[in-house]
């Protein structure tokens, strides 16, 4: 005979663990392969993390709060510590810029194992769940946990494709779906007791739920359920302390939401900005993840069990399951009522929703045994034979997402062939979409590390990143043409190619939107290019994919060979042997002179600029760097030379072009800078400051019908810049044109409403070109408002006023202007204004 353990039967203790036992197996196959790529998510939870361990806790971006930075900043903490114990030579910055610059997939495999951790500790929290819903008395944890509801429920979410797809990855949903059950649990206690302790532990979680992720604070929704449920008064001062608390530990978990006030509330209207619109327009509505995601997760007949559940449950109403069902649809409509509806989100419903189909089993099976229909002896048999059942597909598709994430990734493998067969420092061009380019090292990504670093760290730990540059990995390094600068370019463009010379391209094509290339390219591809080779996942038009997310596992259809796109990459014969001998070294001096250029530091800049022009003759980012130096410093002359030394390097570089252009209009050459830009813009027709800076130069020249086409591209490219703006309205108005030049004032004033020479150019054309002194008026006082001392505002506000017959109101302009600048150096004249004003007829 079986014995027992903790007054639990060996056997059920048996099946716990072979149950837990598959849910890690699940979650860390991908992980234990090694073939996991990075998530884009995921490069936060390394430097937010890292960040803090610099002394500064601000996280300074709210997207998520705080509460799981610090968790992670403690844990990269104590690895640390657990370093320097063992004899490790690093300091602290230095160890921090090893992991941030060179091997960053170490913290990201421990915040991976963090949420591994967390899912199979929900799996085990749903068991609970699920035990506690079968059995209103009171039971121990063991009891809870091992019971059938409860071992049916930890098997359901073992298997769940939600659970299993999300685990292995560095993020916050994971965590927020284990605390999520915990709090459920904590609201379910409260039905059976409800101590002023008990209502303070349910708030505290419903406080960490909401440290975790913002949309966690709706596990509220069960312990107002059971508020209502218990019949309980709405001024009982338990429901008030367990808000109170809420608040509290949020706060306390993650404080710069309250100390950095201004940057959370910044940052928490744009995720609600971004929730209610979405992105890709993808308009999937409120019940996608209703009927999709969650069934693909739970699979049909056990999704179809959880409909016919909550329906029963409505139609019933027992106290616990109205519990749990007031927390899923809190839940549910914190995540579902915008357009932003990543699969991810219903992480933290799913326990709920396994383990009310799980006790639903086992009551089903209880009330027909009840009934006479089932043998009391063939209960628990039956119960597990439907959740096999139940457990098949989801089964099925777990193994599956296990499998893709530790196969090989196509995206891996286009980095094998690239860093085998393309010579390092070469410029690819990455066409299809930044999610989905292979992940080879580039210099971009690079200096966007060193930047973040020292951001935090700040210019002092400068040795700290030297000292870790000479014990970095051997790497090949690559330049990608397309960045966040340019994606409107990422669906694929000729002239790039040509403009950054690449000798590679990579296209690549899948369902999600993240992929996508102009139906066009391939075409004019042929015509310039080879192909060489292609990387092909299999068939994904049979696969379902979460359409929000940069995620290539699939939630259903598993015909798949590999995850992530179909990847091709070409040759481009014309550019085969170009390449540069930058190096991760340069890169590190280029941010080193940057942050110097910045802080005004030209010095210490222009050393930094020498140093990689030692390493690499010729560098052109360091020539240009020092030339942009000389332009500072006003000697355009030495810019020119230095500018053309680059040139040689990058000459097709339509922004070296323009810089070049403009050092030889400060220097008189007129016709060469000219010709500089309009080779620029034979370059790239798209460049917004060199269609600027022609136009503007056009119309100084007084040609100024010329410089029209070229100002107007400028806006149209750059609608943003007040400047384009107000420059295209004075070409304007200087061809006579002047309500179009009104229309272009208007508009940079929509931009930034303090460009002071927007108004005052305004009220000018309104004054005396249109005739319109009450139109210019309005705008004389705008720009008196922002520059009270100028005296030509005042001296043209006074006359609008006296055009529109308000004498006494000009002598008020001036009179004010005295007497608030008595020692302005015009003050002469504006007296002379004022009384002309006061012995004037009438």
Known sequence: MLGRVAGVASWRLGVLLVVMALAAALRSWGLLSGELVWHPDEIFMVVFPMNMLSGDLNPHVFTY????????????????????????????????????????????ATARWLSVFYSVATVAATGMLGGRLAEVRAMRRWQAITSTAGLLAASLAAV?????????????????????????????????????????????????????????????GGVVAVHLLAGRAFADRRVWAAGLVSIVTFLLLSPYTLLDVGTFRDHFLFQLQHAEEGRWNLHLGPFYQLTETLRHGAGLLAWLGWLIACGWVI????????????ATFAAYMAVSWGELVFARYVLSLVPLQLALVAESIVRSCRYLAGVGRLSHRFVVPAAVTIALILAIQPAYGAWHVARLQGTRDTRSEARAWIESNVPPG??????????????????????????????????????????????????????????????????????LIH??????????????PYSRIDTLLRRRLENEARPVVTFDPGRVQASTFDLMDAYYIPLAGWDLAAAGPRIEVWEIPQYRSRSTARNATTVLMEVMAAIARDAGNLTAAAV??????????????????????????????????????ARRERPRDASLLNNLAVSHRAVGHADTARTLWREALSLQDDHADAHYNLGTALYLDGESAQALPHLRRAVELAPDSAKYHSNAAAAHQAVGLPLQAVAFWQSAIR????????????????????????????????????????????????????????????????????????????????????????????
Request: hydrophobic residues 45%.
């Open 751 to 842: 931009v930034d409403p303090s460009y002071v020479d927007a108004y005052f150019n305004m009220a000018f054309t309104f004054q005396y070109d249109l005739g319109d002194p009450e139109s210019a008026l309005r705008h004389w006082e705008m720009a008196r408002e922002l520059t009270p001392a100028d005296a030509d505002v005042i001296m043209h506000g006074a006359q609008a006023l006296l055009d529109l017959g308000h004498m006494d109101a000009a002598a008020s302009w001036l009179r004010t202007f005295l007497d608030r600048n008595p020692q302005h150096l015009r003050n002469r004249e504006l007296e002379a204004a004022l009384e002309k004003i006061r012995v004037a007829p009438g």
């Open 426 to 495: 070469s410029t690819l061009c990455n066409f299809g979409g930044w999610a989905g380019d292979p992940q080879v090292n580039t210099f971009e990504d690079l200096w966007w590390r060193f930047k973040k670093f020292t951001g935090a760290y700040g210019e002092q730990d400068f040795m700290a990143l030297r000292l870790a540059d000479h014990r970095r990995p051997d790497a090949s390094y690559y330049s990608y043409a397309v960045q966040t600068s340019n994606e409107d370019q990422a669906e694929g463009s000729i002239s």
């Open 65 to 108: 709060p705080g509460f799981h930075f610090y968790l992670l900043a403690a844990i990269y903490g104590a690895k640390y510590l657990l370093y320097a114990a063992a004899g490790g030579e690093s300091g602290l910055s230095e160890w921090v810029a090893g992991h941030y610059l060179w091997a960053p997939e170490a913290a990201r």
């Open 608 to 645: 930094a600029y020498e140093a990689i022009l030692e390493l690499v003759p010729e560098e052109s980012r360091a020539l240009q760097g020092l030339a942009q130096l000389s332009v500072q410093q006003g000697d355009y002359e030495r810019a020119i030379e230095q500018y053309n030394r």
């Open 315 to 326: 139609w019933k109403r027992p106290a616990p399951h109205l519990v749990v069902l007031g």
């Open 499 to 512: 403009r950054r010379e690449c000798n590679h391209v990579i296209l690549h094509e899948h369902p999600l």
């Open 160 to 220: 769940n494709v939600l659970l299993v797809r999300q685990a292995p990855l560095a993020g916050n949903d994971t965590p927020l779906a284990f605390w999520f059950v915990i709090a459920t649990l904590a609201s379910l206690r409260l039905l059976r007791v409800g101590a002023l302790r008990d209502y303070v532990l349910a708030g505290a979680l419903v406080g960490v739920c909401a440290a975790i992720k913002y949309p966690g604070a709706s596990a509220a």
